[in-house]
Protein backbone atom coordinates (compact mmCIF):
# COMPACT_ATOMS: atom_id res chain seq x y z
CA UNK A 1 0.00 0.00 0.00
CA UNK A 2 1.57 3.37 -1.09
CA UNK A 3 1.43 6.45 1.65
CA UNK A 4 -1.50 7.03 3.34
CA UNK A 5 -3.59 10.11 2.67
CA UNK A 6 -5.02 11.36 5.57
CA UNK A 7 -7.43 9.38 8.37
CA UNK A 8 -10.84 7.81 8.56
CA UNK A 9 -12.19 8.17 12.07
CA UNK A 10 -14.38 5.05 13.09
CA UNK A 11 -16.40 4.41 16.42
CA UNK A 12 -15.52 1.01 17.75
CA UNK A 13 -19.48 -0.15 18.25
CA UNK A 14 -19.33 0.92 13.77
CA UNK A 15 -16.11 -1.15 13.40
CA UNK A 16 -17.50 -4.31 15.09
CA UNK A 17 -20.59 -3.86 13.17
CA UNK A 18 -19.10 -3.78 9.96
CA UNK A 19 -16.21 -6.46 10.94
CA UNK A 20 -13.68 -4.37 9.76
CA UNK A 21 -10.52 -6.21 11.18
CA UNK A 22 -7.77 -3.74 13.36
CA UNK A 23 -5.06 -2.25 11.22
CA UNK A 24 -3.05 0.93 10.80
CA UNK A 25 -3.89 1.39 7.04
CA UNK A 26 -6.56 0.82 5.03
CA UNK A 27 -7.86 1.74 1.80
CA UNK A 28 -11.24 3.63 1.49
CA UNK A 29 -12.89 3.73 -1.73
CA UNK A 30 -15.54 6.05 -3.15
CA UNK A 31 -16.49 4.84 -6.85
CA UNK A 32 -13.72 3.77 -8.75
CA UNK A 33 -11.48 6.09 -6.67
CA UNK A 34 -9.07 3.88 -4.27
CA UNK A 35 -7.35 6.25 -1.63
CA UNK A 36 -4.79 4.66 1.11
CA UNK A 37 -5.61 5.99 4.71
CA UNK A 38 -4.53 6.07 8.38
CA UNK A 39 -7.59 4.17 10.63
CA UNK A 40 -8.39 5.57 13.58
CA UNK A 41 -10.10 4.40 15.83
CA UNK A 42 -12.67 5.84 18.19
CA UNK A 43 -13.64 4.97 21.51
CA UNK A 44 -17.81 6.42 21.83
CA UNK A 45 -20.95 4.79 22.15
CA UNK A 46 -21.91 5.97 18.74
CA UNK A 47 -21.83 4.60 15.53
CA UNK A 48 -20.33 6.52 12.85
CA UNK A 49 -17.41 7.66 11.36
CA UNK A 50 -15.64 10.95 10.24
CA UNK A 51 -13.33 12.09 7.12
CA UNK A 52 -10.28 14.01 7.74
CA UNK A 53 -10.20 16.90 5.39
CA UNK A 54 -7.62 15.83 3.18
CA UNK A 55 -8.73 12.59 2.57
CA UNK A 56 -12.12 14.10 2.50
CA UNK A 57 -10.33 16.19 -0.46
CA UNK A 58 -8.57 13.06 -2.27
CA UNK A 59 -11.79 11.59 -2.19
CA UNK A 60 -13.77 14.06 -4.09
CA UNK A 61 -16.50 13.76 -1.27
CA UNK A 62 -18.94 16.88 -0.90
CA UNK A 63 -20.34 18.48 2.23
CA UNK A 64 -24.08 18.45 0.90
CA UNK A 65 -24.42 14.75 1.69
CA UNK A 66 -23.42 11.88 4.29
CA UNK A 67 -22.23 8.82 2.23
CA UNK A 68 -22.81 5.39 3.55
CA UNK A 69 -20.49 2.93 4.84
CA UNK A 70 -19.47 -0.48 4.45
CA UNK A 71 -16.53 -2.85 4.43
CA UNK A 72 -15.73 -4.60 1.43
CA UNK A 73 -14.34 -8.00 2.65
CA UNK A 74 -13.47 -9.81 -0.47
CA UNK A 75 -10.77 -6.72 -1.46
CA UNK A 76 -10.56 -5.28 2.11
CA UNK A 77 -11.16 -2.01 1.84
CA UNK A 78 -14.11 0.66 3.13
CA UNK A 79 -16.50 1.58 0.74
CA UNK A 80 -18.24 4.53 0.96
CA UNK A 81 -21.22 5.17 -1.27
CA UNK A 82 -23.71 4.79 -3.17
CA UNK A 83 -21.97 7.03 -6.09
CA UNK A 84 -24.35 7.07 -9.04
CA UNK A 85 -23.64 8.48 -12.57
CA UNK A 86 -26.37 8.87 -15.27
CA UNK A 87 -24.38 8.71 -18.65
CA UNK A 88 -25.83 11.62 -21.01
CA UNK A 89 -23.72 13.36 -23.76
CA UNK A 90 -24.95 16.86 -23.48
CA UNK A 91 -26.51 19.35 -20.77
CA UNK A 92 -28.84 22.25 -21.64
CA UNK A 93 -28.62 25.30 -19.25
CA UNK A 94 -32.12 26.39 -21.23
CA UNK A 95 -35.17 27.99 -19.12
CA UNK A 96 -37.76 26.35 -21.28
CA UNK A 97 -37.49 22.88 -21.39
CA UNK A 98 -39.85 20.82 -23.20
CA UNK A 99 -41.42 18.08 -20.29
CA UNK A 100 -41.23 15.21 -22.74
CA UNK A 101 -37.56 15.97 -24.11
CA UNK A 102 -34.31 14.15 -22.49
CA UNK A 103 -32.98 17.29 -21.48
CA UNK A 104 -36.19 17.34 -18.68
CA UNK A 105 -35.60 13.81 -17.95
CA UNK A 106 -32.24 14.52 -16.25
CA UNK A 107 -33.42 17.69 -14.77
CA UNK A 108 -36.20 15.44 -13.00
CA UNK A 109 -33.68 12.76 -12.21
CA UNK A 110 -31.29 14.81 -10.62
CA UNK A 111 -34.28 16.66 -8.76
CA UNK A 112 -35.87 13.03 -7.60
CA UNK A 113 -31.95 12.13 -6.74
CA UNK A 114 -32.07 14.35 -3.47
CA UNK A 115 -34.60 11.86 -1.27
CA UNK A 116 -31.86 8.74 -2.19
CA UNK A 117 -28.48 8.23 -0.08
CA UNK A 118 -25.21 9.19 -1.58
CA UNK A 119 -24.47 11.39 -4.59
CA UNK A 120 -26.23 11.30 -8.47
CA UNK A 121 -24.43 13.24 -10.88
CA UNK A 122 -25.43 13.71 -15.08
CA UNK A 123 -21.92 13.37 -16.70
CA UNK A 124 -21.08 12.92 -20.38
CA UNK A 125 -17.95 11.37 -22.14
CA UNK A 126 -15.96 14.75 -22.72
CA UNK A 127 -15.71 15.40 -18.80
CA UNK A 128 -14.00 11.74 -18.23
CA UNK A 129 -10.17 12.61 -16.53
CA UNK A 130 -9.49 8.61 -17.00
CA UNK A 131 -5.85 9.36 -16.06
CA UNK A 132 -7.28 11.01 -12.43
CA UNK A 133 -10.47 8.50 -12.31
CA UNK A 134 -12.72 11.51 -12.13
CA UNK A 135 -15.35 13.29 -14.10
CA UNK A 136 -16.90 16.54 -14.17
CA UNK A 137 -20.37 16.02 -12.69
CA UNK A 138 -23.36 17.99 -12.91
CA UNK A 139 -26.46 18.16 -10.30
CA UNK A 140 -29.70 20.62 -11.25
CA UNK A 141 -30.52 23.03 -8.79
CA UNK A 142 -33.82 24.78 -9.22
CA UNK A 143 -33.50 28.12 -9.73
CA UNK A 144 -29.66 27.79 -11.05
CA UNK A 145 -29.87 25.07 -12.92
CA UNK A 146 -26.73 22.68 -13.56
CA UNK A 147 -23.90 22.82 -10.80
CA UNK A 148 -20.52 21.03 -11.75
CA UNK A 149 -17.95 19.39 -9.96
CA UNK A 150 -15.29 17.22 -9.90
CA UNK A 151 -16.68 13.55 -8.70
CA UNK A 152 -14.90 10.11 -8.74
CA UNK A 153 -15.96 7.62 -11.97
CA UNK A 154 -19.28 6.14 -9.86
CA UNK A 155 -19.64 2.82 -8.32
CA UNK A 156 -22.95 2.56 -10.76
CA UNK A 157 -23.77 3.76 -14.36
CA UNK A 158 -27.65 4.47 -15.54
CA UNK A 159 -26.95 4.80 -19.41
CA UNK A 160 -29.22 7.37 -20.50
CA UNK A 161 -27.65 8.11 -23.66
CA UNK A 162 -30.56 9.01 -25.51
CA UNK A 163 -30.74 8.02 -29.46
CA UNK A 164 -28.98 5.04 -31.69
CA UNK A 165 -27.13 7.98 -33.80
CA UNK A 166 -25.16 8.92 -31.14
CA UNK A 167 -24.82 5.70 -29.54
CA UNK A 168 -22.94 4.75 -32.51
CA UNK A 169 -20.10 7.89 -32.54
CA UNK A 170 -16.90 6.32 -31.64
CA UNK A 171 -16.11 8.69 -28.61
CA UNK A 172 -19.28 7.26 -27.10
CA UNK A 173 -18.68 3.52 -27.82
CA UNK A 174 -14.92 3.71 -26.28
CA UNK A 175 -16.55 5.43 -23.60
CA UNK A 176 -19.14 3.25 -22.64
CA UNK A 177 -16.48 0.54 -23.22
CA UNK A 178 -13.83 1.46 -21.03
CA UNK A 179 -16.42 2.05 -18.28
CA UNK A 180 -17.51 -1.31 -18.43
CA UNK A 181 -13.96 -2.15 -17.96
CA UNK A 182 -13.61 -0.92 -15.04
CA UNK A 183 -13.00 -2.88 -11.60
CA UNK A 184 -15.82 -1.94 -9.04
CA UNK A 185 -18.38 -0.19 -11.39
CA UNK A 186 -21.51 -1.49 -12.22
CA UNK A 187 -23.23 -0.50 -15.73
CA UNK A 188 -27.08 -1.34 -16.76
CA UNK A 189 -28.79 -0.61 -20.21
CA UNK A 190 -25.56 -0.46 -22.11
CA UNK A 191 -27.31 -0.26 -25.61
CA UNK A 192 -30.45 -0.17 -27.45
CA UNK A 193 -31.59 -3.39 -28.73
CA UNK A 194 -32.08 -4.54 -32.22
CA UNK A 195 -35.30 -5.74 -32.99
CA UNK A 196 -34.02 -9.13 -35.03
CA UNK A 197 -31.70 -9.92 -32.61
CA UNK A 198 -34.45 -9.91 -29.51
CA UNK A 199 -36.68 -12.00 -31.85
CA UNK A 200 -34.25 -14.82 -31.86
CA UNK A 201 -33.26 -14.42 -28.27
CA UNK A 202 -36.86 -14.90 -27.17
CA UNK A 203 -37.58 -17.73 -29.68
CA UNK A 204 -35.08 -19.73 -27.87
CA UNK A 205 -37.66 -19.64 -24.92
CA UNK A 206 -40.39 -22.10 -25.77
CA UNK A 207 -42.38 -20.10 -23.20
CA UNK A 208 -42.66 -17.52 -24.86
CA UNK A 209 -43.11 -18.37 -28.44
CA UNK A 210 -47.00 -18.39 -28.22
CA UNK A 211 -46.85 -14.64 -27.96
CA UNK A 212 -44.51 -13.87 -30.34
CA UNK A 213 -45.90 -12.52 -33.86
CA UNK A 214 -43.86 -14.29 -37.07
CA UNK A 215 -40.81 -12.15 -37.70
CA UNK A 216 -38.04 -12.54 -40.30
CA UNK A 217 -35.23 -10.22 -41.50
CA UNK A 218 -36.56 -8.03 -44.82
CA UNK A 219 -35.96 -9.08 -47.96
CA UNK A 220 -37.79 -10.07 -51.55
CA UNK A 221 -38.94 -13.60 -50.38
CA UNK A 222 -39.37 -13.32 -46.81
CA UNK A 223 -41.27 -10.55 -47.69
CA UNK A 224 -43.29 -12.71 -50.32
CA UNK A 225 -44.02 -15.48 -48.21
CA UNK A 226 -44.71 -13.90 -45.67
CA UNK A 227 -47.94 -11.54 -47.84
CA UNK A 228 -48.87 -15.19 -48.96
CA UNK A 229 -49.22 -16.13 -45.57
CA UNK A 230 -50.91 -12.23 -43.56
CA UNK A 231 -53.20 -10.31 -45.11
CA UNK A 232 -51.57 -7.96 -43.26
CA UNK A 233 -47.75 -7.36 -42.29
CA UNK A 234 -45.60 -4.34 -40.89
CA UNK A 235 -42.36 -3.89 -42.30
CA UNK A 236 -39.89 -2.49 -39.43
CA UNK A 237 -36.32 -0.74 -39.14
CA UNK A 238 -34.23 -3.50 -36.70
CA UNK A 239 -33.33 -0.43 -34.90
CA UNK A 240 -35.74 1.96 -35.12
CA UNK A 241 -37.46 3.84 -32.54
CA UNK A 242 -40.45 5.84 -31.79
CA UNK A 243 -42.86 4.03 -34.78
CA UNK A 244 -40.46 6.08 -37.12
CA UNK A 245 -40.19 4.61 -40.80
CA UNK A 246 -43.10 1.86 -39.96
CA UNK A 247 -44.43 0.61 -43.58
CA UNK A 248 -47.79 -1.42 -42.82
CA UNK A 249 -48.36 -3.49 -46.04
CA UNK A 250 -52.31 -4.70 -46.49
CA UNK A 251 -52.61 -7.24 -49.18
CA UNK A 252 -55.98 -6.52 -51.40
CA UNK A 253 -58.28 -9.14 -52.73
CA UNK A 254 -56.96 -9.00 -56.70
CA UNK A 255 -53.33 -9.67 -54.87
CA UNK A 256 -51.93 -6.47 -55.26
CA UNK A 257 -50.38 -4.40 -52.43
CA UNK A 258 -51.24 -1.22 -51.04
CA UNK A 259 -48.73 0.38 -47.78
CA UNK A 260 -48.28 3.58 -45.99
CA UNK A 261 -45.44 4.81 -44.79
CA UNK A 262 -45.33 6.36 -41.45
CA UNK A 263 -42.62 8.80 -40.91
CA UNK A 264 -43.62 12.37 -39.94
CA UNK A 265 -47.07 12.12 -41.45
CA UNK A 266 -48.34 8.98 -43.35
CA UNK A 267 -47.58 8.53 -47.43
CA UNK A 268 -49.17 6.13 -49.16
CA UNK A 269 -48.43 3.93 -52.27
CA UNK A 270 -49.35 0.63 -54.30
CA UNK A 271 -47.37 -1.86 -55.80
CA UNK A 272 -48.21 -5.34 -57.87
CA UNK A 273 -46.35 -7.17 -55.91
CA UNK A 274 -43.33 -7.69 -52.88
CA UNK A 275 -40.77 -7.26 -56.13
CA UNK A 276 -42.10 -3.89 -56.76
CA UNK A 277 -42.64 -2.84 -53.28
CA UNK A 278 -39.35 -3.54 -52.33
CA UNK A 279 -38.04 -1.10 -55.40
CA UNK A 280 -40.42 1.60 -54.31
CA UNK A 281 -39.67 1.48 -51.00
CA UNK A 282 -35.63 1.54 -51.39
CA UNK A 283 -35.07 5.24 -51.12
CA UNK A 284 -37.32 5.32 -48.40
CA UNK A 285 -35.22 2.52 -46.14
CA UNK A 286 -31.57 3.33 -47.42
CA UNK A 287 -29.19 1.05 -46.23
CA UNK A 288 -30.64 0.47 -42.28
CA UNK A 289 -31.73 -2.95 -41.94
CA UNK A 290 -35.38 -4.20 -41.90
CA UNK A 291 -37.76 -6.75 -40.54
CA UNK A 292 -40.99 -8.00 -41.79
CA UNK A 293 -43.46 -8.90 -39.01
CA UNK A 294 -47.17 -10.63 -38.96
CA UNK A 295 -50.29 -8.29 -38.98
CA UNK A 296 -52.06 -9.16 -35.95
CA UNK A 297 -55.89 -9.21 -35.86
CA UNK A 298 -55.64 -7.13 -32.94
CA UNK A 299 -58.66 -5.85 -30.35
CA UNK A 300 -59.42 -2.47 -30.60
CA UNK A 301 -60.37 0.41 -28.29
CA UNK A 302 -63.68 2.17 -29.78
CA UNK A 303 -62.45 1.20 -32.52
CA UNK A 304 -59.48 2.24 -33.02
CA UNK A 305 -56.06 -0.05 -32.52
CA UNK A 306 -53.95 0.36 -29.19
CA UNK A 307 -51.21 -1.51 -27.36
CA UNK A 308 -50.12 -1.84 -23.84
CA UNK A 309 -47.29 0.05 -22.95
CA UNK A 310 -45.39 -1.45 -19.70
CA UNK A 311 -42.48 -0.18 -18.34
CA UNK A 312 -40.60 -3.05 -16.69
CA UNK A 313 -38.12 -1.64 -13.96
CA UNK A 314 -36.00 -3.38 -11.03
CA UNK A 315 -36.27 -2.17 -7.66
CA UNK A 316 -33.63 -1.28 -4.52
CA UNK A 317 -34.28 -5.09 -4.07
CA UNK A 318 -33.09 -6.05 -7.60
CA UNK A 319 -36.50 -7.15 -8.41
CA UNK A 320 -38.01 -6.89 -11.39
CA UNK A 321 -41.71 -5.49 -10.90
CA UNK A 322 -44.36 -3.12 -13.27
CA UNK A 323 -43.45 0.71 -12.83
CA UNK A 324 -45.96 2.18 -15.16
CA UNK A 325 -48.79 -0.03 -17.56
CA UNK A 326 -50.91 2.01 -19.31
CA UNK A 327 -52.60 1.88 -23.26
CA UNK A 328 -51.64 3.78 -25.97
CA UNK A 329 -54.46 4.17 -28.68
CA UNK A 330 -53.86 5.20 -32.15
CA UNK A 331 -55.26 8.45 -33.92
CA UNK A 332 -58.35 7.96 -36.18
CA UNK A 333 -57.12 6.42 -39.47
CA UNK A 334 -54.18 5.36 -38.35
CA UNK A 335 -52.38 1.52 -37.13
CA UNK A 336 -49.50 3.37 -34.98
CA UNK A 337 -50.03 3.99 -30.92
CA UNK A 338 -47.05 5.75 -30.69
CA UNK A 339 -47.73 8.88 -28.32
CA UNK A 340 -44.82 10.73 -30.64
CA UNK A 341 -47.10 9.82 -33.58
CA UNK A 342 -50.55 11.05 -32.40
CA UNK A 343 -51.92 8.85 -30.47
CA UNK A 344 -52.81 9.20 -26.47
CA UNK A 345 -52.87 7.93 -23.48
CA UNK A 346 -55.57 5.70 -21.55
CA UNK A 347 -55.50 4.12 -18.49
CA UNK A 348 -55.25 -0.09 -19.32
CA UNK A 349 -57.99 -0.41 -16.00
CA UNK A 350 -60.46 1.38 -18.30
CA UNK A 351 -59.19 -0.22 -21.34
CA UNK A 352 -59.76 -3.60 -19.75
CA UNK A 353 -63.02 -2.92 -18.20
CA UNK A 354 -64.23 -1.92 -21.79
CA UNK A 355 -62.70 -5.27 -23.44
CA UNK A 356 -63.31 -8.47 -20.95
CA UNK A 357 -66.14 -6.16 -18.41
CA UNK A 358 -65.47 -9.40 -15.66
CA UNK A 359 -63.34 -8.50 -12.65
CA UNK A 360 -61.93 -11.84 -12.74
CA UNK A 361 -61.17 -11.69 -16.90
CA UNK A 362 -59.42 -8.32 -16.01
CA UNK A 363 -57.26 -10.25 -13.03
CA UNK A 364 -56.22 -13.05 -15.31
CA UNK A 365 -55.43 -10.89 -17.65
CA UNK A 366 -53.13 -8.50 -15.57
CA UNK A 367 -51.68 -11.86 -14.01
CA UNK A 368 -50.76 -12.89 -17.22
CA UNK A 369 -49.73 -9.54 -18.53
CA UNK A 370 -47.19 -9.76 -15.31
CA UNK A 371 -45.89 -13.19 -15.45
CA UNK A 372 -44.98 -12.79 -19.34
CA UNK A 373 -43.15 -9.70 -18.10
CA UNK A 374 -40.79 -11.33 -16.31
CA UNK A 375 -40.40 -13.95 -18.36
CA UNK A 376 -39.01 -11.88 -21.29
CA UNK A 377 -36.96 -10.12 -18.88
CA UNK A 378 -34.85 -12.67 -17.89
CA UNK A 379 -34.93 -14.72 -20.93
CA UNK A 380 -33.51 -11.58 -22.58
CA UNK A 381 -31.00 -10.62 -19.57
CA UNK A 382 -29.84 -14.45 -19.72
CA UNK A 383 -29.28 -14.22 -24.01
CA UNK A 384 -27.96 -10.79 -24.14
CA UNK A 385 -25.42 -11.19 -21.04
CA UNK A 386 -25.92 -7.67 -20.04
CA UNK A 387 -27.67 -6.34 -17.30
CA UNK A 388 -30.85 -4.54 -17.50
CA UNK A 389 -32.61 -2.12 -14.87
CA UNK A 390 -35.47 -1.50 -16.97
CA UNK A 391 -37.09 -2.30 -20.12
CA UNK A 392 -40.42 -0.97 -22.37
CA UNK A 393 -42.54 -3.75 -23.29
CA UNK A 394 -45.51 -2.29 -26.13
CA UNK A 395 -48.13 -5.52 -25.85
CA UNK A 396 -50.72 -5.86 -28.41
CA UNK A 397 -54.11 -7.64 -27.06
CA UNK A 398 -55.63 -10.58 -29.75
CA UNK A 399 -59.88 -10.25 -30.15
CA UNK A 400 -59.90 -13.01 -28.26
CA UNK A 401 -57.67 -11.73 -25.04
CA UNK A 402 -54.36 -13.43 -26.04
CA UNK A 403 -51.16 -10.69 -25.64
CA UNK A 404 -48.59 -10.44 -28.12
CA UNK A 405 -45.08 -8.96 -27.30
CA UNK A 406 -44.86 -6.44 -30.17
CA UNK A 407 -41.67 -4.56 -29.44
CA UNK A 408 -38.81 -4.37 -26.37
CA UNK A 409 -37.04 -1.13 -25.82
CA UNK A 410 -33.58 -1.11 -23.69
CA UNK A 411 -34.17 2.77 -23.16
CA UNK A 412 -37.80 3.48 -23.05
CA UNK A 413 -38.35 7.31 -22.82
CA UNK A 414 -40.63 8.93 -19.70
CA UNK A 415 -42.02 12.34 -19.63
CA UNK A 416 -42.79 14.63 -17.06
CA UNK A 417 -45.75 15.66 -18.01
CA UNK A 418 -48.53 13.38 -17.18
CA UNK A 419 -52.75 13.00 -17.29
CA UNK A 420 -52.26 9.74 -15.16
CA UNK A 421 -50.93 9.41 -11.62
CA UNK A 422 -48.05 11.92 -10.55
CA UNK A 423 -46.97 9.25 -7.95
CA UNK A 424 -46.44 6.81 -10.30
CA UNK A 425 -44.58 9.29 -12.83
CA UNK A 426 -41.75 9.98 -10.28
CA UNK A 427 -41.94 6.52 -9.15
CA UNK A 428 -40.38 5.09 -12.61
CA UNK A 429 -38.07 7.72 -12.31
CA UNK A 430 -36.69 7.15 -9.24
CA UNK A 431 -36.40 3.51 -9.34
CA UNK A 432 -33.70 2.83 -11.47
CA UNK A 433 -31.88 5.19 -8.86
CA UNK A 434 -33.10 2.86 -5.92
CA UNK A 435 -31.66 -0.06 -8.33
CA UNK A 436 -28.29 2.23 -8.88
CA UNK A 437 -27.84 2.13 -4.82
CA UNK A 438 -28.75 -1.51 -4.70
CA UNK A 439 -25.97 -2.61 -7.20
CA UNK A 440 -23.87 -0.52 -6.05
CA UNK A 441 -24.07 -2.30 -2.72
CA UNK A 442 -26.30 -0.38 -0.40
CA UNK A 443 -29.91 -0.68 0.53
CA UNK A 444 -31.96 2.35 -0.55
Not at 145 to 169: C, F, K, M, N, Q
Request: net charge positive; aromatic share 10%; with cysteine.
Amino acid sequence: MSSPVGKIYISNPLMKKLGIPLQAQVSVRVGCLMVPSQLVIVNNDRSSYLLSPALARALHVKKRKALRIRYDRDHNHIHLGPTVGILSTFLSNRADVDPTSVQAELIYLSQVARSLPGQVFVFTPAGINWSQCTTRGYVYRQGGGWVSATYPLPDVVYDRVSSRTIEARETVRETKKRLQAMPFLKYFNPSFLNKWKVHQMLWTNLEIRPYLPETRPLSTENLRDMLQEYRVVFVKPANGSLGKGIIKITRTERGGLKYVIYRRGRVGGTADNAEEFMHKTRKERGDRIYIVQQGLDLATYRGRPFDVRIVYQKNGKGEWQIGKKFVRVAPPGSSISNLSSGGHAETSKKVFRYLFQKNNLINQKNNQLKQLCLTIANTLERAAGGNFGELGLDIGMGKDGHPYLIEVNSKPRKTTETELSINIMRNTFKRPLEYSVFLAGFRS
